[in-house]
């Protein structure tokens, strides 16, 4: 069961590509109808790759932005707070860290 979980976990990130790609197809069609949608479809083989690497482009932007300004980590440390299971891991990895502390003052007071 572990390792099938390991497999899920690592196929999300594919799934994610894709639902990058289809997300991009669906933001095309739905200027369909309209000036801007008649303009795209009819030089569709200028238009499609320009809008795809302009999406690219933003994505990256925010995805720097992103970085630098760290929502996602900030998101990611509200998450763990609020997850009982995690707030007990980080208390104890707390206490194992005060007892390291302990031991190596006691280590060096002995040492000298």
Do not use: C
């Amino acid at each position: 069961m572990i390792r099938w979980k390991i497999y899920f976990d690592r196929s999300r990130m594919y799934i994610g590509y894709i639902q990058f790609f289809l997300i991009g197809i669906v933001f095309l069609r739905s200027f369909k109808g309209n000036h801007w949608g008649d303009l795209i479809f009819k030089y569709a083989i200028i238009s499609i790759p320009i809008a795809l690497i302009l999406f690219v482009f933003l994505s990256l932007l925010l995805g720097y932005m992103d970085t630098k300004l760290g929502f996602r980590e900030e998101e990611l440390r509200n998450l763990s707070k609020s997850n009982p299971i995690m707030m007990e891991m980080l208390d104890e990895l707390k206490e194992i860290k005060e007892k390291l502390n302990t031991l190596d003052k006691k280590t060096n007071e002995n040492v000298l």
